[in-house]
């Protein structure tokens, strides 16, 4: 029997898949793919007759690479020349790829990179085109780098509207496009950027954000982990409200919603940028279910307690199941499945090398 749900693992040191039934309970895991490349990014691509595996690989011989998979990762391809590289005339040289996102129409795929760059795809991933309205921007001189680097970690197309896309780079903040990526506006009203003294605190640009995730009732409804803080936004990105408070901190890296709940998003709270591990060491996940008005601690008396390893910012998922299932890996190397929305959890898999991506799908 075909599997029910595909789960797809990109560590430091490449990429394992576990399938399972609709359950979700007992877990067949395999792997390794592209051993010692590092994965960054996943993607399953549902769209048309056959889905589409998508994985961005880093190898340390052979350079960066997006590989795609359509028999559910039993074989997998790759372009010449890696299917994504930055034009001549940049002068720049692609190091990773740090997310792989459907667009709205058919065929086109979003990659966030490292320099931090958007590009686009519109054959399902194959080959990919620069978004020079991004990359010429006269902000992106002035963008830092994150702990982790300079990239592009989050991009978020509008379901109702291809025009519209919002991004979110370390450390360059939230930009936002209305005409299908020509042109780009900073959009970090409210959003603190607590490495910075006084009135600079809350600049234009500059803030590190961790991870934005869209609301699947409200589209214009948004949530944002920061470097420090966690905000929501209600207009589509263009001012964001606090809503930290009834978390244990401040801090962390993942954000998910819910897949059909408006209202519903978690998070994984990480102590500080000093100890980057659970609060205490209790690996938790924490769910509000009225947007950001309060929150709850999930995984008490399953997730385990002693856990000292950060969960990075897109190492947890949700799938589409009802209910739906919620996803975690550590950095070490540790997988966690939730079949109940977080209620009951389960180790998928243990001892692999640092989790970097999660992504889960239900598979018709």
């Given amino acids: 029997m075909a ?20 359950e979700r309970r007992d877990w067949e895991v395999t792997g390794p793919h592209f051993p010692m490349e590092e994965v960054y990014s996943v993607l ?3 769209r048309g007759a056959q889905p589409r595996l998508l994985a961005g690989c880093s190898s340390s011989w052979f350079g960066p690479q997006v590989r795609r998979s359509d028999d559910l990762g039993a074989t997998w391809d790759e372009t010449p020349n890696g299917a994504l590289r930055f034009p001549d005339d940049t002068g720049t040289a692609l190091e990773r790829v740090w997310q792989l996102v459907p667009g709205v129409d058919d065929g086109v795929v979003w990659a966030g990179t490292e320099p931090g760059a958007i590009f686009r795809s519109t054959d399902r991933g194959e080959t990919f085109e620069l978004v020079r309205g991004l990359w010429d921007h006269p902000q992106r001189a002035e963008w830092g780098a994150g702990f982790g680097g300079q990239a592009f970690h989050t991009i978020l197309p509008h379901p109702d509207d291809a025009q519209s896309v919002l991004a979110a780079i370390s450390t360059g903040g939230v930009y936002r496009t209305s005409d299908g990526g020509e042109s780009w506006s900073a959009s970090n009203s409210g959003v603190k950027a607590e490495f910075m003294p006084g009135e ?6 500059g803030q590190c954000v961790h991870k934005v995730a869209r609301d699947s009732g409200d589209p214009d409804r948004l ?5 420090g803080g966690v905000y929501r936004s209600d207009d589509g990105g263009g001012t964001w409200n606090d809503i930290a408070p009834g978390l244990p901190t401040e801090f962390g890296f993942a954000m998910v919603t819910h897949p059909r709940r408006t209202g519903t998003a978690y998070t994984f709270p990480i102590s500080d940028a000093g100890a980057r591990w659970p609060v205490d060491g209790h690996a938790r996940v924490w769910r509000t279910d009225d947007a950001g008005a309060s929150w709850q601690a999930l995984g008490d008396g399953d997730l385990p307690d002693g856990y000292f390893a950060a969960v990075m910012r897109d ?3 949700a799938d589409a ?4 299932g919620l996803y975690f890996g ?11 929305e977080g209620e009951t959890w389960s180790e998928v898999v243990s001892g692999l090398p640092d989790v970097m991506v999660v992504r889960a799908a239900a598979l018709s």
Wanted: aromatic letters at 10%; glycine letters at 8%.
């Fill in 321 to 324: 199941h009802d209910p739906a």
């Fill in 3 to 22: 599997p029910a749900t595909l789960l797809m693992i990109g560590t430091r040191k490449g990429l394992w898949l576990a399938t399972s039934d609709a």
């Fill in 200 to 205: 600079r605190s809350y600049p234009e640009f």
């Fill in 315 to 317: 190492a947890m998922c």
């Fill in 44 to 46: 399953l691509d549902a």
């Fill in 223 to 227: 949530f944002l982990q920061n470097h």
């Fill in 330 to 340: 550590g950095r070490n190397g540790a997988v966690w499945a939730s079949p109940d």
